[in-house]
């Protein structure tokens, strides 16, 4: 995992549309959430994603983006955030390369619960992991909210 005050690892994924995506143009809108779950259309990570979901309004208004990441195909990412109406993108690791540079590659395979509050300037400002505690990621979202206009 990364530590506070490193640099985020830039990447190129394609995100729920197809579409190439590269973490260094998102940053240049300001801060962003990057949170690696393992799948699509589990009970847990649904559960995650609506958290995200539930407070996107009020990271918005404070100029925070979010943005998921597991090695879904785009297809799958796109009929997840349908089914559960995202206002957030998906992304698409499927040789998990930017779950590697984040620390977020599990064993087997499997991408592991990280999320990372990167501040514009590319740098991290506050990270959880807590592969099955949610109660963890809400309380980093809080940390989050407050830390970008406590």
């Given at each position: 995992?990364?530590?506070i005050?490193?640099a985020a690892?830039?990447?190129?994924?394609k995100?729920?549309a197809?579409?190439?995506v590269?973490?260094s143009?998102?940053l240049?809108?300001?801060?962003?959430v990057l949170?690696?779950?393992p799948?699509?259309?589990?009970?847990?990570?649904?559960r995650?994603?609506?958290?995200?979901?539930d407070?996107h309004q009020?990271?918005?208004?404070?100029g925070?983006r979010?943005v998921?990441?597991?090695?879904?195909r785009?297809?799958?990412?796109?009929r997840?955030?349908?089914?559960?109406e995202?206002?957030?993108?998906l992304?698409s690791?499927?040789?998990?390369?930017a779950?590697?540079?984040?620390?977020?590659?599990?064993?087997l395979?499997?991408?592991?619960?990280?999320?990372?509050?990167i501040?514009?300037?590319?740098?991290?400002?506050?990270?959880?992991?807590?592969?099955?505690?949610l109660?963890?990621?809400?309380?980093?979202m809080?940390?989050v909210?407050a830390?970008?206009?406590?």
């Amino acid at each position: 995992m990364l530590a506070i005050g490193d640099a985020a690892p830039d990447f190129e994924l394609k995100d729920d549309a197809g579409q190439t995506v590269r973490l260094s143009e998102m940053l240049k809108g300001g801060p962003l959430v990057l949170y690696f779950y393992p799948a699509d259309f589990t009970p847990t990570c649904a559960r995650e994603a609506c958290m995200f979901r539930d407070s996107h309004q009020e990271l918005a208004a404070r100029g925070v983006r979010v943005v998921g990441v597991n090695a879904s195909r785009c297809q799958t990412h796109a009929r997840f955030r349908a089914k559960l109406e995202l206002p957030f993108i998906l992304l698409s690791d499927p040789e998990r390369t930017a779950a590697r540079a984040y620390g977020a590659a599990g064993m087997l395979g499997f991408v592991r619960r990280i999320s990372y509050l990167i501040g514009g300037d590319g740098k991290i400002l506050d990270a959880v992991y807590a592969d099955l505690r949610l109660s963890d990621h809400k309380d980093f979202m809080s940390r989050v909210l407050a830390r970008m206009y406590g």
